[in-house]
């Protein structure tokens, strides 16, 4: 009897000892072992701490429910222990996990993020559901970037940080100027607060114009932000933090209702077959009641559903689509239209937009502007725009800014173009008179009759 006891004594000790230092959920060593393991350091050795976080994960967790959440969590924390080293791979808490490596060279580290990063492109099944979840991480070298654990920690976050507002999916090494940039996101935020309630947001528009007849289309919404105490903060400074405050769901219904308020009252003046577009960020989407919100807002101003198109980038269509797919569907049954944003700038195949819910592909500047190059006949623009054309999408290039990019895609017939070679984005009065004149400005730069068709 006395040597069951020790035994039984034994393994409880065993267990323990294994639930002290190993995270529940996961099975990964917890926050306690990594702060234990750092302080033991590796001669010959310079270490690399990295910080990781599923992107979006407490949206995902939200949305689909906690139970699917820690399902996931335990999927991406096996995924992740098979991507390093025995006994390297650590779950900090919540949807952040921790590796720390040791290396000869910058090179060895970027190889292994890249091929992280990698493995995380395979689609998770949780259940009957299918997700895809991108990674964004944060690096920090020991003894490089600090001189107490602390330091590397904090730097290591700094870059995660980093990683994140510059648009996830992607990794970040520790810099000095980073301390600067923290800074600046903390005194962003504080005062996107108070900004809606104080009326310091307003919404432009930019034209987008029909090739065929040099006509206005509709108008892209876009916000602008002018602060009594930071100026005119630019939408790349404050739109990444309104997302993870989640203050871009007031923000953005705020948006929506302007836009579509503003194209109605142009209907009633007789622009009758004007549209608006409006960007929705995935925090809205993955919002429960983001589809009545939209509705309720239809019906509030009197906009016909047919004139609204919601704008989604390409790697949330992609990302994300078993989770907004539904939300999709029951938008465009009540006639709401979806464009597909940045399109090129994601990994979605040509072919495979036809799965996609959408009527508009709205192609990437970064591929208008290689128009620019010597051979733009070399570039895989006309490519995209054939290729949308027989499956029946209407196909806007985004960014013109040229006469020989303009040509090019006439030449190749495609249906819209926006950008400053005819507009940019204009307060609401500048965008109504720009109507009146528009198709005539379009000739003059074209250096066309009036009225002629292109």
Partial sequence: ?????????????????????????????????????????????????????????????????????????????????????????YRLGGDEFAAVLTFNNT?????????????????????????????????????????????????????????????RNRYALYDRKMEEAVKDRRLVERYLHQALENEEFEVYYQPQLMIETGKISGFEALIRWNSPELGFVSPNRFI???????????????????????????????????????????????????????????????????HLELEITETILIDSYESIRSKLDVLRCHGVRIAMDDFGRGYSSLSGLKQLPINTLK?????????????????IVDLIIQIGRKMGLSVLAEGVETKRQMEYLMQYQCAKVQGYFFSKPLPQREAERFIATASMAFHARMGLETGKAV
């Avoid at 492109?121 to 654990?149: C, R, W």
């Avoid at 989640?246 to 836009?259: H, N, S």
């Avoid at 990437?364 to 010597?374: C, M």
């Fill in 1 to 89: 009897m006395s040597s069951f006891i020790n035994r039984l004594r034994q393994v409880g000790e065993k267990t323990g000892d294994y639930f002290c230092r190993h995270d529940k959920l996961t099975g990964l060593l917890d926050r306690v072992q990594l702060m234990k393991d750092l302080k033991r350091k590796n001669r010959g050795h310079h270490t690399a701490v990295i910080l990781v976080d599923i992107d979006h994960f407490r949206l995902i967790n939200d949305s689909m429910g906690h139970v699917f959440g820690d399902q996931l969590l335990r999927a991406a924390g096996h995924r992740f222990r098979g991507s390093v080293a025995p006994g390297r791979a």
């Fill in 107 to 167: 090179q060895q580290i970027a190889k292994y993020l890249d091929s992280l990063q990698e493995s995380f492109k395979k689609t998770f099944i949780i259940g009957n559901s299918k997700i895809h979840v991108s990674l964004s991480m944060g690096v920090a070298f020991y003894p490089e970037d600090g001189e107490t654990l602390e330091e590397v920690l904090k730097h290591a976050d700094m870059a995660l940080h980093d990683a994140k507002s510059s648009g």
């Fill in 240 to 306: 990444g933090i309104a997302e993870e405050t989640q203050l871009i769901i007031p923000i953005g219904e705020w948006v929506l209702r302007k836009a579509c308020k503003f194209i109605h009252r142009l209907h009633r003046e007789g622009y009758s077959d004007l549209d608006i577009s409006v960007n929705v960020s995935i925090v809205q989407l993955l919002q429960e009641g983001f589809v009545q919100t939209v509705l309720d807002i239809l019906k509030e101003t009197g906009l016909d559903p047919h």
């Fill in 363 to 379: 192609i990437d500047k970064l591929f208008v502007d290689s128009l620019l190059e010597a051979e733009p006949e070399s570039s």
